[in-house]
């Protein structure tokens, strides 16, 4: 796996978003949900995923809230200090989240449509927080795994999620049309394609190959 930034910067990263989400929610007074949804629509969650230096290690953790605030909603921006006690379950699911989307290359969107939307990260609290980081990994990557596993075609879903045609994706991917409508209809497996087409077609679709021949 080919990472977006330095492992020197995962720790600001997952610091500056675990107390993103506590600002939000102990400062700004948001709801947890809905300011994740703000998170992944405003750009910072693609500017973080991309390894913008500004984004994972420039901005503090309150400063990256505000951004997102201004650029996602009309709420005033708070006028207070942000001075932790403890870390939170809000500071975790951010820290958790952080680390798997370097340590996957999974976009946040993508890990969020697929089964670890951010209440389903905030379920897992109680019993990872005091654990290895390695057994959020393996839970949150069983947790797609079984997403993907329960449609019909992992290629068919992830391409509509992401709002794009067979055509296109042909043309991006180099994957011929043809081919691409025989894997979403199953005509062919696709787990029996050669490596690169799998590759190709993840590639564009910003997910590992491996999540494709979930079918």
């Known amino acids: 796996m080919t990472h977006a930034y330095n492992r020197l910067y995962l720790e600001d990263a997952m610091h500056n978003m675990g107390t993103m989400l506590d600002c939000a929610v102990r400062v700004a007074n948001c709801d947890l949900a809905v300011f994740y949804e703000m998170f992944l629509s405003s750009g910072v969650a693609s500017q ?3 390894g913008n230096p500004r984004y994972i290690a420039g901005l503090s953790g309150m400063e990256l809230m505000s951004v997102v605030l201004s650029r996602a909603s009309d709420l005033p921006m708070p006028e207070t200090t942000y001075n932790p006690s403890e870390r939170t379950r809000e500071y975790w699911v951010g820290w958790a989240l952080a680390y798997y989307q370097w340590h ?7 890990i969020h449509r697929n089964g670890l939307d951010i209440s389903t990260v905030l379920s897992l609290y109680p019993a990872l927080h005091e654990a290895d980081l390695t057994k959020f990994v393996t839970t949150a990557d069983t947790i797609i795994e079984r997403h993907l596993a329960n449609r019909r075609s992992a290629l068919k879903v992830i391409r509509k999620q992401m709002q794009m045609t ?3 994706l042909s043309d991006l991917s180099g994957v011929s049309l043809r081919m691409i409508q025989a894997y979403e209809q199953e005509d062919q497996d696709i787990r029996k394609a050669e490596a690169q087409t799998v590759l190709s ?3 564009v679709l910003g997910c ?3 999540i494709l021949c979930h079918s």
Request: cysteine-free.
């Open 104 to 110: 996957t290359g999974y976009s946040f969107s993508f």
């Open 166 to 168: 067979q055509k296109k």
């Open 48 to 50: 973080m995923e991309s």
């Open 208 to 210: 590992a190959p491996e």
């Open 201 to 203: 077609l993840s590639r």
